[in-house]
């Protein structure tokens, strides 16, 4: 006995079942797929250097800044598929912020970043530096 193969398809019921189901349960909890993205952080002399995996991201999605005090990498990895085309997915997708504490020597002047291949490397210069010490010169008689 041969069984035939064929292609299961849901009913607009179930689809409209399933949408407002979704849209109940991001409204009440959010989406619960939000993606962050891994995050590493070495030293390099007296630079910092933080890598974050961003795979599916494109660059110009991707802004890093320093606001008070904390470097912050913000971005967005876009799910590419036309949203009828969507099905199950175990890659998250969304709005994403990292953020990470600096130094307080610590300036925007002293941080670049570059990506490649899906990785954002950040790169802190002097970071963890010491704070040399500045010596005053003592006058006699002031």
């Not at 952080?41 to 795979?55: E, I, K, Y």
């Amino acid at each position: 006995m041969s069984q035939q193969l064929s292609v299961w398809r849901r009913s607009s019921f179930d689809t409209r079942f399933e949408q407002q189901f979704d849209a109940l349960v991001r409204a009440g909890f959010g989406t619960g797929t939000g993606f962050t993205p891994a995050a590493e952080v070495s030293r390099d002399g007296d630079d910092a250097v933080v890598t974050l995996d961003l795979p599916g991201v494109v660059a110009d999605d991707v802004t890093v800044e320093v606001e008070q005090g904390r470097l912050v990498v913000r971005g967005e990895r876009q799910d590419p598929r036309p949203e009828d085309a969507r099905g199950r997915s175990e890659v998250r997708y969304g709005a994403f912020r990292r953020s990470f504490s600096l130094p307080s020597t610590v300036t925007a002047d002293a941080v670049s970043a570059g990506y490649e291949a899906g990785v954002l490397t950040v790169r802190v210069a002097g970071a963890h530096a010491t704070a040399q010490p500045t010596r005053i010169a003592v006058t006699a008689g002031a």
